[in-house]
């Protein structure tokens, strides 16, 4: 039997993947109702700040929050840390 000689095998080439930079686009979201105008910057800080100042939470302590606005009702509902649920004035 001959022997054949195997070519030495390379490692495969490490692919390189590139991200691209998705480009950031500043918005601004506003809600308008009743003659009212309220950033979603002043709700997200109202709701932190109703977090912490009422309720007697420390702020490092909150992780996640999701807001719920309702206008009609003049509230803000809202879930902290994906658990703990309750509501404040708009």
């Known amino acids: 039997m001959a022997q054949v000689k195997k070519a030495a095998e390379k490692p495969a080439a490490k692919k390189t993947v590139t991200k691209k930079a998705t480009a950031s686009v500043k918005t601004k979201i506003e809600l308008q109702y009743a003659e009212k105008n309220i950033s979603y910057d002043d709700i997200v800080k109202n709701a932190k700040e109703f977090w912490t100042l009422e309720l007697g ?3 490092e302590d909150l992780k996640s929050l999701d807001l719920y606005v ?3 009702e003049n509230r ?8 703990e649920t309750g509501s404040f004035e708009l």
């Open 70 to 72: 309702k206008p009609e």
């Open 57 to 59: 939470n420390k702020a």
């Open 76 to 83: 803000v509902y809202y879930v902290a840390n994906g658990k």
